[in-house]
């Protein structure tokens, strides 16, 4: 039976998932395994207008997928946790996988 705790759990896994559910903020986190960078690196990257990314990263910020580093003026964007990256290869076994099974389906 599912504990009132499990259930917590859960919640706040399926919101770092949801944070993670867009390409843009994906290409934001992929980008980002290469080390902090800013939100104009980030929007020239992903290529996409800075308050665009800047919304992006609001999300992945309140979700604890990024942090951030204040230096002057310039905030500096990367991710608190790098391993969230393995559940983006484990995305890409996903993809493969499929890919081949429809592979076969067409033949």
Known sequence: M??????????RQAEIVQ????????AIAEFLKEGEQCV?????HVRVERSNVSRHLAVML???????RKEGV???YSLRTPCILNFLDC?????????KED?????
């Not at 995305?91 to 890919?99: E, I, Q």
């Open 2 to 11: 599912i504990t009132k705790r499990d259930q917590q759990r859960y919640q």
């Open 19 to 26: 944070s993670l559910a867009h390409p843009i903020r994906l």
């Open 40 to 44: 104009y690196d980030i929007a020239k």
């Open 62 to 68: 309140k979700s604890g997928v990024v942090q951030t």
């Open 74 to 76: 310039t905030v500096f």
């Open 91 to 99: 995305a890409m076994d996903v993809l493969r996988h499929n890919l």
């Open 103 to 107: 592979s076969r389906a067409l033949r």
